[in-house]
Structures are given as C-alpha cells and as structure tokens.
C-alpha cells in the first residue's frame, strides 16, 4: 500500500505558475512510475506528466515546455513528485491527481491523491 498526501494548487492568473507536490510514503519501493494527471469539469481524466523512477519522463502534448516535473526519492521513507506549472493558461483548469503505479513481483497497484483544485482565471 502506498499513501499520497498533494499540497500546493489555487488560484493564478493566466501567465502564472504553481507548483504542486505530492508525498508518497508506505510500500514505496515498489513504485515504478510517479505522475500526475488532471480532469476538467465534464472532461476525463488525462496524464499530464510522468516520471519513472530511472528518471525518464513524459509529458502531453499540451504542457510539454511549460510544466516540468521532478522527484526527490532520497529519502527511505517518503518519495515526493513535484509538478512545476508556469505560463498557466485557462484550459489549465482542472483537478489534479498525483498517481503512483507500483509493481511487486506479478502483482501491480495504481494509487491516487485525493486531487488539488488548480483554478486560472483572470
């Protein structure tokens, strides 16, 4: 079992930034991958980022260039992944959720934050 607590998100101006953080603690040697993904009211829910834990990351399409995200796993205890957003736009609105996918031996888990409301609006 892996545990996600999310900080940061709000209210910013279109051209601002934010950053959100998310701490995983619990089973977290078995994380493979640490991302984000974010919904929009009356849209699904799509990945915005990702980052494995070799470091390989990828991004969407429609953030590549303005967000980048990052992770400290140099702790035993507690891993964080970070999500640096700037040049925030309006469509940038939605709800973000910190996802956290696990494997340990021939079983996989797929673990979610409880979501940080990123509002842009002027």
């Known amino acids: 079992q892996v545990q996600l607590v999310e900080s940061g998100g709000g209210l910013v101006q279109p051209g601002g930034s934010l950053r959100l953080s998310c701490a995983a603690s619990?089973?977290?040697?078995?994380?493979?991958?640490m991302g984000w993904y974010r919904q929009a009211p009356g849209k699904e829910r799509e990945l915005v980022a990702r980052?494995?834990?070799?470091?390989?990351?990828?991004?969407?399409d429609s953030v590549r260039g303005r967000f980048t995200i990052s992770r400290d796993n140099a702790k035993n205890t507690v891993w964080t992944v970070y999500l640096q957003m700037n040049s925030l736009k309006h469509e940038d609105t939605a709800v973000y959720y910190c996802n956290v996918y696990t494997i340990s031996g021939d079983t996989s888990g797929n673990y979610w934050g409880r979501g940080a409301q990123v509002n842009v609006s002027s």
């Open positions: 619990g089973s977290i040697f078995n994380i493979n991958a």
């Open positions: 980052i494995s834990t070799g470091g390989v990351t990828h991004y969407a």
